[in-house]
């Protein structure tokens, strides 16, 4: 119901694993979802229902430090967003994550939203890429630290799971 809200679109199936805690932005890590629906909506295959699945799993990662003893090893949350939308030909998978690229000239918005989610994914120390394929849809991998650096200032808020575990809507 959140998702159909945030978004303005309720003709969809969304189904969200359990996503396991972990320190983030909350507002930003909800607007990274909400971008990343309504980019799937967005380019949606016009007499096919649209479905999106969200899987997350949680894998250690190795994290280069800029001071002593340069590596350490952290456990991150590995997010695989995938739904059945119009896709594109892997050539663009760069493209389409910078400010203003838009492969569909017809589609809302300004080309914005996936620059944003990779700003976002950037912010909590994370990465963010996308595999595609025409009229087969598209999967977006993103990798977020459970736990974020310490820095003055901090985070100020910890991310319970963005999406809860879902009902299909």
Known sequence: AAASEATGFSDFKLEVD?????????????????????NAIQNRQPHIPLHLTVR???????????SQ??????????????????????????????LFNKLNPESEGMGMGLALCKKIVSNHYGAIQVSSRKDIGSTFIITLPVAQPVEPGGLGEVLHPPLPASPKY
């Open 69 to 98: 003893g340069k590596y350490r090893y952290a456990d991150y949350v590995k997010l695989e967003i995938r739904d059945n939308g119009t896709g594109f030909d892997e050539q663009y998978a760069t493209y389409v994550m910078g």
């Open 18 to 38: 359990e996503v396991p805690l972990l320190e983030a932005r909350a507002r930003q890590v909800r607007l990274l979802f909400t971008e990343l629906i309504k």
């Open 56 to 66: 997350s799993t949680t894998v250690e990662e190795n994290s280069y430090q800029f």
